[in-house]
């Protein structure tokens, strides 16, 4: 048997009507006896003569009228309280909701190095003409008569010993500069991010995922707030907020890739702001960053 809040605080209300009414009524009719002339009315009788209790004043003569009341009682509330259950609230979710596989978004660009400079122009040789070049010989007279002396040459200056200096050490190669980690951007990997809260469920990836789905869907639709603008001029539709799931989960890099106005595209930024930690998405077994991109729907009741 299952019962509602509602109905177990009636009950409660009932057995707290049905107590103070017995006591108004024990009270009533001890008082009653109470104001009789108890000892004048047993005068005559000699068996109440030595006797301390009278039985119009005895308050114990309905005992076990009242301890079978109580256990009663007792195993109505108690039977209550096992009884008392609790439902989970029904979040309305907007049908024909697009998974965000099927919205086709250009994907963000990743930071790539500068293409490498132009090789320089190859040099032009220009043809210079050939110039010719007339040089006068002088011619010395070079004979030699017998009688001519000529002198022997002083010998040359013994060299003087060269000492070999040392050379200097040539100066270390720079080092080369580190190159900045470029950490890649994915749009599908091998196991995209989920939301959290069915990892620890059994199932394989597709079962995983599509519990994902479902509390993520769960969570947009119980925590957003209609805009009031949007809601007096009756737009409608659907919002795609994109963003990227980093290494550890978290949520970065939030936009708005399509907007309704009215407020819609803000509201929309505003829940998944709002979201916890998510799965991160794996490729080839190592964590990665990959972008997500986001469809919400706006949709009046009625």
Not at 264 to 284: D, F
Request: charged share 30%; with cysteine; aromatic share 8%.
């Amino acid at each position: 048997m299952a019962i509602t809040s509602m109905q177990f605080v009636a009950v409660l209300g009932l057995l707290l009507l049905a107590t103070i009414g017995v006591i108004f009524f024990v009270k009533g009719i001890i008082s009653k006896n109470g104001s009789q002339d108890l000892a004048s009315k047993y005068a005559s009788d000699t068996r109440m003569k030595y006797s301390y209790k009278y039985p119009e004043a005895n308050a114990f003569k309905m005992s076990n009228t009242f301890l079978l009341a109580g256990l009663v009682g007792a195993l109505v509330f108690t039977i209550s309280a096992f009884s008392w259950t609790t439902y989970d609230e029904k979040v309305y979710i907007p049908e024909n909701i697009e998974l965000p596989e099927d919205i086709e978004m250009e994907p963000p660009r990743t930071a790539e190095p500068p293409p490498p400079p132009p090789p320089p122009p190859p040099p032009v040789i220009e043809e210079v003409p050939e110039e010719e070049v007339e040089e006068e010989v002088e011619f010395e007279d070079m004979t030699v008569e017998e009688e001519t002396e000529v002198e022997a040459p002083p010998p040359p200056p013994e060299p003087e010993p060269v000492v070999e200096k040392p050379k200097p050490k040539p100066p270390p190669p720079p080092e080369p500069e580190p190159e900045e980690e470029v950490d890649e951007i994915f749009t599908i990997v091998q196991q995209m991010p989920r939301f959290p809260g069915c990892e620890d469920g059994a199932g394989d990836d597709a079962e995983k995922k599509k519990c994902a789905e479902k509390k993520m869907l769960e969570f947009i639709y119980k925590n957003i707030k209609y805009p009031s603008i949007a809601r007096e001029n009756g737009i409608e539709g659907m919002v795609v907020v994109s963003f990227v799931i980093d290494k550890a989960g978290n949520i970065i890099d939030p936009k708005i890739l399509r907007d309704l106005g009215g407020g819609c595209g803000k509201e929309a930024l505003r829940i998944v702001q709002s979201m916890p930690k998510w799965t991160p998405g794996r490729q080839r077994n190592q964590p990665v960053k990959v972008q997500f991109n986001l469809p919400v729907r706006f949709k009046l009741e009625g």
